[in-house]
């Protein structure tokens, strides 16, 4: 009797929660905490997903360095210390210091430093490998074995099937042996004297790629304030979204933020445009740019897909097939073009780009369902946080045709109040504690009783001109109930809010839509509950996200897993996570500019601010925010109350 072949088992993910990666897309290097790139996993250097270096063991008189501790230097460097004992001297005391610092494009600086009290010859090893490896590959468990090692120049060199990688080193090695891939130093060094070996790894003897492969146009701002965790998390934030910028390949001058380091280092259509979005404090460069880079894919011709971005599919874990990234890139297009006009997109911008949003908004005409929802992916459920983005969609598009003078703004003001009327009395579901609203609706109706993370976007409606925020699809009533539930333990977790209730009988805390902490939906949250008046709940995901990412490191990956906080825990890594990733890089800066309360309006040549009740962090202040193109800083002081200290001259306080 012939037995059913069981399923070929989906090779894990090399982990790499615990790795040291310095990035500067499209290079990286990804190394373990104490240095030494032995060829495991996923360690190496590559550059635009090819592993050009994944093996650099460094021996130091005949013995391999001790590990003292390996940090992050900034987003595109890092430093291992460790300490070598030689027997110069008697008793147990070290006497070289060995520091390495890595760049992410394949530059490695390794000093050694001499504390013995007498000149000391020093042997100095380093064991060179690759396998040329696709990043894919690696992910997938296909990575092959090293490939011999020829020796060039001042160093060594692998090739394969017309690719190649070199490493060349300065001061030159004393011995190169291609056999073991092996490089030689004979180094003297006398008291307090130093020595420095650079390495550089690329793809020939001469190409070294620069820190930062594109203009940067993000601006240079900073935050301070009473709790110092402030200023790391938003420095940070910042360098790791400019260290995620990628050259768009049609046009290289238009710059988008890839997904994330090391599993999505490329263009996610809906995450790229969400990081645009939350950065437009830093300037309207990197909207402007993606806008750019969606709109030429965006699909032409008069079928039911035109106008559509196209993306691919996304898991939605458990509950509900994958949804389509395309379908939230195409909704969100139009509200980050309507929200940068207000930061300040120039006139030029927004005539390019106008032309595109009205398309997003004539392929939504289309694609919306008899019941006036929309599927996804069609025919499909009707996901709430679809909805949202619907809603949002329709209200700041019509904010966007009326401010640049274009028809059909009503039509989407009707549409949205039909949606909101509809919305309330099929997705809402009563109970004895108040309700909530389902996570979706299936193609016959039937509503998916779960409480999830992606109800935040209930709550994210959107900015509108005059500094003002747009209606939600809840009413009053159950927005407050929302924001009870939101704000429950069962769903904030004290380091950020779940992707799914503790009390859902399906929760898994790391599961990336079953109750693992989402930094994007978290942020979301936060804003809209500041927004929306709910400011105890809003500070609470705050404190639990700052202490996140203190945890971190101030780089907050993803996602993580998300017990319940008690006395002395700390948020789980997640094995599969991206870190850093573009969604929680610009979070970090989306979360303090929410605590701001700042609600620009740049065609008025206004800017309001409404700060978080209560100063939940005490005084903050932001500095080199952009606005209208042109710096601006604001101060929240220990009582909540804002004041502007700089901002263009023709910008007034309103509102």
């Known amino acids: 009797m012939a037995h059913p072949v069981p399923p070929a088992r989906r090779p894990e993910l090399p982990p790499v929660h615990g790795a040291v990666i310095c990035l500067a897309a499209p290079c990286l290097a990804i190394s373990p905490e104490h240095g030494q790139l032995t060829g495991r996993g996923i360690e190496g250097v590559y550059r635009a997903g090819l592993r050009l270096l994944s093996r650099c063991v460094l021996r130091v008189g ?33 006497d070289i210091g060995v520091e390495r610092v890595r760049h992410a494009d394949g530059t490695e600086r390794i000093t050694l430093r001499s504390y013995a009290t007498r000149s000391v010859r020093v042997p100095v090893e380093l064991a060179l490998g690759t396998d040329l490896a696709e990043l894919a590959a690696i992910a997938a468990g296909r990575a092959g074995p090293e490939l011999p090692a020829a020796v060039h120049a001042a160093g060594l060199r692998w090739s394969t099937g017309g690719i190649q990688a070199v490493v060349t080193a300065d001061p030159a090695p004393d011995d190169a042996l291609a056999s073991t891939g092996l490089l030689r130093w004979q180094l003297e060094l006398g008291p307090g004297e130093a020595r420095t070996i650079e390495l550089r790894t690329g793809r020939d003897r001469t190409t070294r790629a620069s820190a930062g492969q594109v203009a940067n146009p993000l ?55 969400w990081a645009a979005r939350m950065a437009l404090p830093l300037g309207t460069g990197l909207a402007a740019a993606t806008l750019r880079v969606l709109a030429r894919a965006q699909a032409e011709g008069r079928g039911p897909g035109a106008g559509m971005i196209p993306g691919p599919l996304r898991g939605a874990g458990p509950q509900l097939p994958p949804g389509c990234t395309g379908t939230e890139a195409t909704l969100a297009f139009p509200v980050v073009l309507a929200e940068a006009r207000l930061w300040g997109l120039p006139e030029e911008e927004m005539a390019r780009l106008l032309p595109a949003a009205e398309r997003c908004l004539g392929w939504l005409r289309g694609a919306l369902g008899e019941d006036g929802f929309l599927a996804d992916p069609d025919p499909g459920p009707r996901r709430c946080e679809t909805q949202a983005h619907v809603h949002r969609a329709a209200l700041l598009g019509a904010d966007l045709l009326d401010g640049c003078g274009r028809p059909g703004a009503e039509e989407w003001r009707d549409r949205a109040a039909r949606l909101r009327e ?17 996570a979706a609706l299936h193609p016959d109706g039937r509503p998916l009783l779960r409480l999830t993370g992606a109800a935040a976007h209930l709550l994210d409606t959107g900015l509108l001109s005059g500094g003002r925020t747009a209606p939600g699809l809840l009413d009053r009533t159950r927005t407050e109930q929302l924001a009870r539930l939101l704000g429950a333990p069962a769903m904030d977790s004290g380091w950020g809010l779940r992707s799914m209730s503790s009390r859902e009988p399906d929760h898994n805390p790391f599961g990336h839509r079953s109750g ?132 263009a001259d023709a910008l007034q306080l309103g509102g």
């Open 62 to 94: 005949g013995r391999d360095p001790v590990a003292v501790q390996g940090r992050s230097l900034g987003a595109d460097r890092a430093a291992f210390t460790a300490t070598v004992r030689t027997g110069a001297e008697a008793g147990p005391d070290p």
């Open 219 to 273: 601006a240079d701002a900073r935050a301070e304030g009473d709790d110092p965790r402030v200023e790391a998390w938003f420095r940070t934030s910042v360098e790791d979204l400019g260290a995620l910028l990628l050259r768009d390949p049609e046009q290289p001058g238009d710059a988008f933020a890839a997904a994330g380091a090391p599993w999505r280092l490329g263009l996610a259509q809906a995450e790229s445009l």
């Open 516 to 647: 693992a902490v989402r930094v994007h939906e978290s942020v979301i949250a936060l804003s809209g509950l500041a927004r929306a008046g709910f400011a105890k709940e809003a500070a609470g995901l705050l404190r639990g996200l700052l202490d996140a990412a203190e945890t971190f490191g101030y780089r907050l990956p993803e996602m993580y897993a998300a017990g319940q906080r008690t006395t002395g825990s700390a948020p789980l890594p997640h094995p599969a996570a991206c870190r850093p990733a573009a969604v929680a890089a610009a979070g970090g800066v989306h979360a303090l500019v929410a605590l701001a309360g700042i609600l620009p309006n740049a065609p008025a040549g206004t800017v309001a601010l409404h700060p978080l009740p209560g100063a939940p962090l005490g005084s903050l202040r932001l500095s080199g925010l952009r606005v209208s193109e042109r710096p601006f800083g604001v101060r929240v002081s220990r009582l909540g109350l804002g004041m502007v200290e700089e901002a």
């Open 422 to 438: 509809r919305f309330r009395a099929e997705f809402w579901i009563d109970g004895p504690d108040g309700g909530r609203p389902a």
